[in-house]
């Protein structure tokens, strides 16, 4: 049986079995970092006493949605050839820089109660996942797919950062970052703050690599029960991070 739907039958049958009888009189109420036979919840919300949504860290090391996220559906591929011919036109051969070593693929971390998450979205088709060649940075619009900019440079600025600069050549890139820098906080994990340019202040997103994502717990938004808001996690003192970042 699926592990998503073995979860989901342990969050409908948790919620008879609150313990609260001020709860189980009450047919809307919202728990909050429950735990559940050895599974933390962090969200579950009952309407008219129906399970409405259901937030949870899965322990399973082997759920697919540790890796879902990085899987290139056929839109998905249809929108990178397309951008990519609409980039060459512009620049006929793309330049080919030094990556340093960085990975290709990376994916968000967020923060609760001071420990550091993946999350898996309601809205499945948001990957949230950016992906870095020697040529060109790919970000994911939203969930509406992946959108190339074209490498301008990469610079090692040391060993725990990094700038690459972003050739804006698209109307489509207007609100693309036209500059990063990745600052590497964790070189067990090679977990990163990624500091976002733009005309704008500076955005920032806590980021690790794909080959590092199962050393992360992951936070799963229900899919099964319909699509329902994004759950919030705690804001990250990103500039306290970077500021911890040795420059030399």
Known sequence: MNRYYIIFILAVLAVGACKSPQKKSRKNYVDSNVVINDTLFLRREIR?????????????????????????NSLDSSDIKRYLTAINKKSPKLKKFNTYGLSTNWRPVYQYKSKYYLYDPSDGGVKAVNVLTDSVMMFDIFGDGYLPIALQSVTKVSDHIFNIKLLHQLDEQASLPKELNIYIIDHKTNMTVWEFKTDGEPKYQLMVPK?????????????????????????IDFKKLIAGVDPK
């Open 48 to 72: 008219d006493s129906v399970l409405y949504q259901t937030v949870y860290v899965d322990p399973n090391k082997n759920s697919p949605a540790y890796l879902s996220a990085f899987i290139y």
């Open 211 to 235: 080959e590092h994502v199962k050393e992360l717990p992951i936070a799963i938004n229900a899919h099964y029960v319909g699509m329902r808001e994004e759950y919030d996690f705690e804001k």
